[in-house]
């Protein structure tokens, strides 16, 4: 790899060689302000889809935000504009060496009409988690947080009015580097654009089979498996096809010798059992560096705490541990959880041959759901919370 000596000159021109140095200065002095967003609206309003017909991640809503930086001038003023393609050099560093990271978010519409924002901060703070990863320029995550809320407010009407569907919001924050040297970006892009979507999985689809095996490795420690970048989930599409190919819908992803469950396709990982020591317990994968830290996940593990009907613990759980209490009957229930599915069941996992089958019973005496109502309480503004945002 080009360390920053290697660099051709021509490469830099007018580029910072400092990259992404803040020169010492505060997030809160350097970043883009909130206050200075130039708003453009579309003069040409799309047609809104039926609620009932959105598939995920394929309708968008009328504008998005863009915010331009480089290393000489640092955080342009912010843009709200019509929706639309990007320009991009087609050296540019992010589809080449993938310097890019992304979030996943949605507002909400209560039945007193009225928008939420679900813990923004959780994803501006695991944003700005990923962006250092990513060796991209620090940005005050309010000032983020408070852009977002701006551009929700202007495509509001593109809010669902459905208690299940919701806005995906997505922001980005990609390297623009007109060059192919390998290097902290002195150029780049963070933009946000919303998505109308329905449920993807979650409760009341069908539960999802899980292929376990260690042949493919989602993240290792010292890696990027805790950053949401999206390298992370291009290299997990050969694995899940591979899961297709053995009858399952998503990978299972295992670690280490001992076969740790880390995470499952693009969720984190619950499994709700009576455990070794015989205790209730609900159980999901620690913070160790090669788990995602979901808003979701750490949104469970709080309402769970807070009921204290069962002991909640982040742990290692093995496939071995997993096989045994499938077979001694001491599982009651596994789920993923994530933005995009919230909760979403596990009916059968496929391990070593072996089909072990989950208790999934569908009904609402099931933790998943008890969460499920939980949270959609919160979200879409039945149950009043702090951890809601009005737009
Ligand atoms: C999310 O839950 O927001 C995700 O990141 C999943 C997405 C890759 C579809």
């Known amino acids: 790899m080009a360390s920053h000596s290697d660099v051709p000159s021509s490469a830099l021109k007018g580029c910072d060689i400092s990259g992404t140095?803040?020169?010492?200065?505060?997030?809160?002095e350097y970043s883009f302000k909130a206050a200075d967003v130039v708003v453009e609206r579309t003069s040409d309003p799309k047609a809104k889809e039926d609620v009932t017909d959105l598939v995920f991640g394929t309708a968008f809503t009328d504008h998005m935000l863009t915010i331009e930086w480089s290393a000489g001038e640092g955080w342009q003023a912010p843009h709200i504009k019509p929706f639309g393609n990007l320009s991009l050099h087609p050296a540019c560093s992010s589809l080449h060496?993938?310097?890019?990271?992304?979030?996943?978010?949605?507002?909400?519409?209560?039945?007193?009409?009225?928008v939420r924002l679900f813990r923004p901060m959780l994803n501006m703070q695991r944003m700005a988690k990923s962006a250092e990863r990513a060796c991209l320029p620090v940005f005050d995550q309010s000032e983020l947080m408070e852009l977002i809320r701006k551009l929700v407010q202007l495509d509001q009407d593109w809010v669902p009015h459905s208690n299940s569907a919701s806005l995906y919001i997505r922001p980005t924050f990609i390297g623009t580097e007109p060059n192919l040297v390998v290097k902290k970006p002195s150029c780049a892009l963070l933009f946000v654009f919303l998505s109308p979507v329905g449920a993807y999985y979650g409760i009341g689809a069908e539960p999802v089979s899980l292929w376990a095996d260690s042949k493919y490795i989602r993240a290792w420690k010292g890696g990027t498996g805790?950053?949401?970048?999206?390298?992370?989930?291009?290299?997990?599409?050969?694995?899940?096809?591979?899961?297709?190919?053995?009858?399952c819908q998503?990978?299972?992803?295992?670690?280490?010798?001992?076969?740790?469950?880390?995470?499952?396709?693009?969720?984190?990982?619950?499994?709700?059992?009576?455990?070794?020591?015989?205790?209730?317990?609900?159980?999901?994968?620690?913070?160790?560096?090669?788990?995602?830290?979901?808003?979701?996940?750490?949104?469970?593990?709080?309402?769970?705490?807070?009921?204290?009907?069962?002991?909640?613990?982040?742990?290692?759980?093995?496939?071995?541990?997993?096989?045994?209490?499938?077979?001694?009957?001491?599982v009651r229930?596994?789920?993923?959880?994530?933005?995009?599915?919230?909760?979403?069941?596990?009916?059968?996992?496929?391990?070593?041959?072996?089909?072990?089958?989950?208790?999934?019973?569908?009904s609402g005496s099931q933790l998943s759901y008890r969460l499920h109502e939980e949270l959609t309480d919160i979200q879409y503004g039945r149950t009043a919370s702090d951890w809601t945002v009005l737009v």
Request: negative net charge; charged residues 20%; glycine residues 14%.
């Open 21 to 28: 140095s803040t020169n010492g200065k505060a997030a809160s």
């Open 97 to 114: 060496y993938g310097i890019q990271l992304f979030e996943g978010m949605k507002a909400y519409r209560g039945a007193d009409g009225r």
């Open 226 to 247: 805790d950053c949401k970048m999206g390298g992370n989930y291009g290299a997990s599409l050969y694995a899940q096809y591979e899961a297709v190919d053995y009858g």
């Open 250 to 330: 998503q990978v299972l992803w295992l670690y280490g010798d001992d076969q740790q469950i880390t995470e499952a396709g693009t969720m984190n990982i619950f499994l709700h059992w009576t455990n070794e020591d015989g205790e209730e317990e609900l159980a999901t994968p620690p913070l160790d560096g090669i788990i995602l830290p979901g808003v979701t996940r750490q949104s469970i593990l709080e309402l769970t705490s807070k009921w204290g009907e069962f002991k909640v613990t982040e742990r290692h759980l093995t496939m071995a541990a997993l096989r045994r209490a499938v077979v001694e009957g001491r």
């Open 333 to 362: 229930e596994m789920f993923g959880s994530g933005t995009a599915y919230m909760v979403s069941q596990v009916g059968r996992v496929l391990y070593q041959g072996e089909n072990l089958d989950i208790p999934c019973q569908g």
